[in-house]
């Protein structure tokens, strides 16, 4: 039974049973001038002076009596376990006493003890009448609440509770409506109801999500969610708002609400719902997180259970769920679903016949599933798979027979296409995929797939080296359907093809293409990436500049962008410029993944600007940074080879050459540099070893084969 209207009487019961109690102190009032501190200030309403003094004084003087002053101050002042815990203690309880316990209980929510109490307190307090009809409406005994109404005294207060229970069996009624689907009755009912705040907002939402009016009922629940001051109503209200934001779609909204719910509350289908949300949206490793610990004694629970371990790729997980659901809920509305899917699992294993037998049953048992065509085209691949080609084109044309979509009614017709090709009707795949295209090439709702399969063709042609015709069947597919999502793929292909041919500028042509479709905003840096790069191995500059620049302003391609800018002016000689772009690389991106590449290429710059000793220094902040690697030790003994100092050239190689560890090719070009470094010193005995451990630990035959020649020249 709702709290709402009730808390205000409970507030003026407070005041007349502070008077009460006054009137009935176990002391007479004549002996009022001899109080004891504690009772001076509990007769002043000054609860909480009352019980420090009532404890101090017990410690002197331990008295029974004392408990009495203690638990009618812990009463009024909200603290029930201590209250109910010192009027316990009086083993003497009068009928004042039970009273009050009977009015803590009733607070705490203890009923069977506040009716124990109450109904043996004296029968003309018409006081107890409040609480014992209270509990009644608490309980949803309206019958009995009524019954104690005669005892109430007449006045505002009587006439309020009169108000609530006829208002209280609205709301019952309006439940009622709600259970058996009237959910417009029930509306018109919350409709006529003043009080219950909270209690009928959320009623009717409950009943407005029934109608589907999903934004109405969210309306109402915004508009008291600030306002509850109830934790039982809040959650309520938080529940529903997260129920009926997924209902229509809000999702993100939805997990709030869920998450808000489930960091008060335990419940199942407030998981439940979270778990259907992330599954929906593909997440399957956090559905799995929510319906783990939901009980597989509940169909939906133990159904998408099974579902997220399929799709989590845990087939093994998936298949025990979903047998054990086909076993537990023969009835369920997801049997077909289930069964499917097990078809699938056993699919993709390779194990076709059992697939088959499962997709068989589906076929059997539930002919009109929405499953059915899908199905039926899953026994057709399965014989495909088995190479039974004659089977399989008696399954596809059997599609036909349960109202298929037109993807999968096309679908089916390309795998007949296909399997007419292996039983030999045509000369290639090439040609049977073609009259697919031909047949269907005029259809507006094939262009999609017409599309895809024409791309098909021009893959085809590439694997066979026949790139010109697979050039010209792209070409083809994009004039005939420039619209189709597929050309975006289809020009990916033609930009491969045009790298493996060497066809730059129809290359170029076709990144640019790319660059500028609308629908295909997602390769934009891809396509600029790529023509800088050409621009920069054709040396033309300006126009590589210009493709990086535009990057400059692409967030997640800038690092690149800012590198590639800094390697072009060290190329034409820029070094400030150069150097300033990789500063600005560094600045801005302190954890980038191409911080490695920018010192080194910083420690160049200086390099080939003659600035020897701040390239060797940049590299040693590099090694500081991300430790010693031995291509900074390779590039420190470029440098002072550069300069002739040669002894620290040597050194700094031999440490490249001790780095490298398991790169045994690294470390024999390192020890070759080394031994190149030694014969400029003059030291053709450390060349010499240096050379014949290049040679013992080289696995390349080119870097073995320079490393012996060096070798050789040493002993001719």
């Known amino acids: 039974m ?114 124990k109490y109450l109904k043996e307190t004296d029968n003309f307090l018409f006081e107890k009448y409040y609480y014992l009809l209270l509990i009644e409406l608490k309980m949803g005994n309206l019958k009995k609440a009524r019954d104690y109404l005669p005892f109430i005294k007449n006045g505002d207060m009587k006439r309020e509770i009169e108000v609530c229970i006829n208002e209280y069996e609205m709301l019952d009624s309006a439940r009622k409506e709600i259970l058996s689907g009237q959910f417009q009755s029930a509306v018109k009912l919350y409709k006529m109801i003043n009080n219950f705040f909270g209690y009928k907002e959320i009623g009717m939402a409950i009943a407005y999500a029934g109608l589907k009016e999903y934004k109405t009922a969210l309306d109402l629940l915004d508009s008291i969610l600030p306002n509850l001051s109830s934790n039982e109503l809040l959650f309520a209200a938080i529940y529903n708002a997260g129920k009926l934001n997924y209902l229509s779609g809000n999702y993100n909204l939805a997990k709030i609400h869920l998450r808000n719910y489930l960091s008060g509350r335990e419940n199942n289908s407030a998981k439940f719902i979270l778990g259907k949300i992330f599954s929906e949206e593909g997440n399957f490793d956090s559905a799995a997180l929510y319906f783990k610990d939901l009980p597989d004694t509940v169909d939906d629970y133990l159904f998408y259970k099974g579902r997220t371990d399929y799709y989590r790729g845990i087939w093994g997980g998936a298949e025990e769920k979903l047998l054990r659901h086909r076993e537990f809920f023969p009835n369920s509305i997801y049997a077909d679903r289930a069964i499917y899917i097990l078809g699938i699992i056993n699919f993709k294993r390779g194990e076709y016949q059992e697939a088959i037998d499962y997709w068989q049953d589906l076929i059997n048992l539930y002919p009109e599933s929405k499953y059915a065509g899908i199905t039926t085209k899953g026994i057709a691949d399965c014989y495909y798979s088995l190479k039974k080609y004659n089977k399989a084109i008696e399954f596809y044309k059997m599609v036909k027979n349960f109202n298929p979509s037109d993807e999968l009614k096309l679908e089916t017709q390309l795998k007949i296409f296909e399997t007419r090709y292996h039983l030999h009707r045509y000369t290639s795949l090439i040609d049977a995929l073609q009259e697919f295209v031909e047949i269907y090439s005029d259809s507006l709702f094939a262009s999609e797939f017409v599309a895809a399969t024409e791309l098909r063709i021009a893959k085809i042609h590439s694997e066979n080296q026949q790139y010109y015709s697979a050039l010209a069947k792209i070409d083809d597919l994009i004039k005939n359907y420039p619209n189709a999502s597929i050309v975006k793929d289809a020009l990916l292909e033609k930009i491969k093809i045009c790298q493996k041919i060497g066809e730059r500028n129809k290359e170029k042509e076709t990144l640019s293409f790319l660059m500028e479709k609308k629908d295909a905003l997602e390769y934009y840096p891809y396509a600029v990436k790529e023509l800088g790069r050409i621009y920069t191995e054709e040396m033309k500059y300006d126009s590589a500049l210009y493709y990086y620049n535009l990057l400059l302003k692409k967030e997640k391609n800038r690092e690149i962008a800012l590198l590639e800018i800094a390697k072009i002016y060290n190329t034409l000689g820029q070094y400030e410029a150069a150097e300033l772009m990789v500063n600005q690389l560094i600045a801005e991106f302190p954890d980038s993944k191409f911080i ?88 053709k005995k450390y060349a010499r070893d240096c050379y014949l451990k290049a040679v013992l630990l080289a696995v390349s035959p080119n870097i073995k084969e320079e490393a012996t020649k060096k070798l050789t020249s040493l002993n001719e």
């Open 2 to 115: 709702p709290d709402i209207k009730f808390n205000l009487l409970f507030a003026s019961l407070i005041t007349e049973l502070s008077r009460f109690m006054c009137q009935r102190s176990p002391l007479s009032s004549i002996f009022f001038i001899f109080l004891l501190p504690y009772e001076e200030y509990f007769y002043a309403d000054n609860f909480e002076k009352s019980l420090r003094y009532a404890e101090l004084t017990f410690q002197l003087y331990p008295d029974e009596e004392i408990f009495y002053y203690q638990g009618i101050s812990e009463l009024l002042l909200g603290r029930l376990e201590e209250s109910i815990r010192h009027l316990e203690k009086l083993k003497k309880k009068n009928k004042e006493i039970k009273f009050y316990l009977g009015v803590a209980y009733y607070q705490k929510g203890d009923y069977d003890r506040a009716i």
């Open 596 to 683: 490695f590449d920018a010192y080194i290429l910083k420690s160049e710059i200086n390099r080939k600007a003659g600035n020897y000793k701040r390239a060797v220094e940049i590299l040693k902040e590099l090694s500081e940074k991300v430790g010693q690697k031995p291509e900074i030790f390779l590039k420190i003994g470029d440098i002072y080879y550069e300069t002739k100092d040669y002894l620290m050239a040597r050194e700094n190689y031999l440490r490249a050459s001790e780095f490298y560890k398991e790169n045994r090719d690294g470390a024999a070009i390192a020890l070759l540099l080394s031994g190149n470094v030694s014969i400029a010193l003059g030291d």
